[in-house]
């Protein structure tokens, strides 16, 4: 019998983020192109200056209504005719508001790109904003409303963002609208909205894919540069502030047999230094299965099925400065809320005082540098975060230097980081659930004054 020796890994291949070519149509469209051989499917985003702060007063929702509504008929094509030449394309496009702006993103097969990018040049240059189409969309969107509240998840991040941000701020409010302001949405003011603000000088477009035997810049210009528009300054963007005074609110649910809880706080975004340090050590506080708030809550308590920890960026400034959201967020057992929030704090207390190990920072970052490969294997992957580096004003090297960044931090760094971005005395709770049940035991753990809001 012949034994053959155990294939053993090879040394690994050096690999970097893609870096993007950067051009100019003669419109004015910023566009950022990258060549990915061997991904048949292009990837198109186009970044529109519209955001969330730009909408007129009273009419929150207004944004999400004219993103959905570039497709739903233009000058040239009916909904139905635009949808169905879509489909011969095998073609994706979806857009969405949010607050750095509204996105259209496109996917086609590279052998159908031009007839795609000819649709999507037709639906940003010539949207016709039908006034029947327009009253179906606000009337789903006004469907949509009630299953969000019904969503303990999502009531939670409204009440929290409520609570963290100024009432002056877009943020502070839902992303989509309320029912009051979505009802008052008309084609009028979406139109009014998009010639307001949507013009080729100030959007961005990224593609992505694999460009063999494609003029892309002939295909380019023959299609996004027959878009025209008025120069315009980008709108500058507020100031991001917001009051993380140490609170807790208790949105009631009677009857309520779990409690949604979300933990949370402004910290530092991908503009500041401290952010690869941060996003190492919120990865082991609670990044995943293994981290430390899962070996406690859900390993040896049984308290929930799963918490997480999270950070994710809330809106850049136009002086290049922002903030992020950070967050810790899950559902327990009611009779357990108390406990669970207790341990939570003893979590990061324990965190605090003895600092990560190496071994949670090792496999930290081989969790988050090691899969990167993996990650970016779809051109859609990489269009999305070259578009996310854009919205917030990163250069284009930021994703590679960030993993060479977080390659390079080592455990004390990440530790300071985390806890710095988790002060006790510092965080709001929102908390989803029965509040007859929840509200003494939660008051009798000291993290902050107790208000419920039904």
């Known amino acids: 019998m012949t034994f053959h020796p155990q294939p053993q890994a090879g040394e690994p291949k050096p690999w970097a983020f893609p870096a993007p070519e950067r051009g100019t149509l003669s419109n004015g469209l910023t566009l950022l192109t990258s060549h990915r051989p061997g991904r048949q499917v292009i990837a198109v985003e186009v970044l529109l200056a519209a955001p969330l702060d730009a909408e007129p007063e009273g009419l929150d929702g207004v944004a999400t209504i004219m993103a959905r509504a570039l497709s739903e008929g233009t000058d040239e094509h009916t909904a139905e005719e635009f949808a169905a030449e879509l489909e011969r394309c095998g073609a994706t496009l979806d ?8 996105r259209v993103s496109l996917e086609v097969p590279a052998s159908r790109l031009d007839k795609a990018l000819g649709l999507l040049a037709e639906a940003l240059r010539a949207p016709a904003f039908p006034e029947d189409e327009v009253k179906r969309l606000v009337a789903n969107r006004l469907d949509e409303i009630p299953h969000e509240l019904a969503n ?9 963002s409520k609570e963290l941000y100024p009432a002056e701020l877009r943020c502070s409010r839902p992303r989509q609208g309320t029912e009051d302001t979505v009802r008052r949405i008309d084609a009028e003011s979406v139109r009014a909205f998009y010639e307001a603000h949507v013009r080729p000088a100030t959007a961005t477009a ?27 300054a980008p709108r500058p963007r507020p100031a991001i502030t917001s009051d993380d005074t140490a609170r807790v609110v208790i949105v009631d649910r009677p009857g309520a047999v779990q409690t949604q809880l979300l ?3 402004t910290g530092p975004d991908r503009q500041d230094p401290v952010w690869a340090a941060q996003l190492l050590g ?6 995943t299965l293994t981290s430390r708030l899962d070996r406690v809550l859900r390993e040896e ?7 997480r920890a999270f950070g994710q960026v809330v809106l850049s400034s136009a002086d ?8 810790i967020s899950g559902s327990v057992a009611t009779e357990v809320t108390g406990p669970a929030l207790a341990d939570t704090w003893q979590v990061i207390r324990t965190l605090a005082e003895g600092g990560l190990t190496d071994e949670e920072r090792d496999v930290a970052v081989q969790n988050l540098v090691g899969v990167a490969p993996l990650r970016y294997e ?40 985390v806890v710095n971005a988790f002060p006790l005395d510092r965080l709001v709770v929102v908390l989803v659930g029965d509040a007859s049940a929840i509200a003494e035991p939660v008051r009798e753990l000291g993290i902050g004054p107790v208000n419920i809001v039904t």
């Open 95 to 102: 857009a969405h508001a949010d607050h750095s702006g509204v």
């Open 152 to 160: 303990p998840a999502r009531r939670a991040a409204m009440a929290l």
């Open 206 to 232: 990224v593609v992505v894919g694999d460009f063999t035997g494609i003029d892309l810049p002939a295909l380019l210009d023959a299609t996004l540069g027959r878009w025209t528009g008025a120069e315009a």
């Open 263 to 265: 933990i949370g706080r």
């Open 282 to 287: 919120v990865y082991c506080l609670g990044g």
């Open 301 to 307: 308590k049984g308290y929930t099925y799963g918490v």
């Open 320 to 327: 290049g400065t922002g903030a992020a959201l950070l967050g």
């Open 378 to 417: 779809t051109a859609a992957a990489v269009a999305g975060t070259l578009a996310d580096q854009v919205e917030q004003q990163l250069p284009d090297d930021f994703q590679a230097r960030l993993y060479a960044r977080l390659a390079a931090t080592g455990t004390v760094e990440a530790t300071a980081a």
